[in-house]
């Protein structure tokens, strides 16, 4: 009976110090728990100089009607001039940006196969990238959809909004399965800054 008992009390210690460690944000008020939607932690992240995680959360596709992604994060110095430079002046530009990164990483993986002498990775998917403007009264942003060229039907949207606060650029990313929930959810952010 004592063994049990120290054993649980270890478990309960060890558990009570593996949560301490971990620092979940405030959440994002408009996408509570009660809907499907958790926090994630955001206090142990080691981020670049000038990148702070405000508050990020997901909602999983067994505990939602529409799995979805958001998070606010905040730029600060060079940062905050290179992001929102990139947000406003040309967005679609960013966008290819990531699908050559995305591409020059496939030739590099390819490659390596190649000189080990194993079967080569199958060919990526192609897709295809839209960029709209979302701009409203209280925030600029876009709208980026994916599509699979593939797979007809299958597709990632991504809504971004953003805006000075002082010296700092804060951005809310929402990231949905259809326009009207990344848009949605990425408002819920925006409030919630």
């Given amino acids: ?16 110090m593996l949560s301490a460690c971990s620092h979940f944000g405030p959440g994002i008020t408009e996408l509570p728990a009660s809907q499907g939607w958790q926090p994630l932690p955001i206090g142990a992240w080691v981020l670049n100089d000038g990148l702070e995680a405000r508050a990020m959360a997901f909602c999983p596709r ?38 050559r990164l995305a591409a020059e990483k496939a030739a590099e993986r390819r490659k390596l196969q190649k000189a080990l002498k194993r ?13 709209l403007r979302l701009d409203s009264p209280d925030a600029r942003g876009i709208l980026v959809t994916i ?28 990231v ?17 800054r």
């Fill in 1 to 16: 009976m004592r063994s049990r008992f120290h054993v649980a009390l270890l478990a309960l210690a060890a558990g009570l």
């Fill in 62 to 99: 067994d505990a939602c009607d529409r799995q979805g992604f958001a998070a606010i994060v905040s730029f600060s110095g060079a940062r905050a001039v290179e992001m929102e430079k990139a947000l406003s002046e040309s967005p679609a530009a960013l966008g290819q940006a990531f699908a």
């Fill in 119 to 131: 079967k080569p990775e199958r060919k990526p998917a192609r897709s295809a990238t839209d960029v």
């Fill in 147 to 174: 599509r699979s060229l593939d797979t007809p039907g299958r597709r990632a949207v991504t809504a971004i909004l953003y805006g000075r606060e002082n010296e700092r650029l804060v951005v809310a990313v929402a």
């Fill in 176 to 192: 949905a399965g259809t326009a009207d929930a990344a848009r949605h959810d990425a408002e819920a952010a925006w409030r919630s």
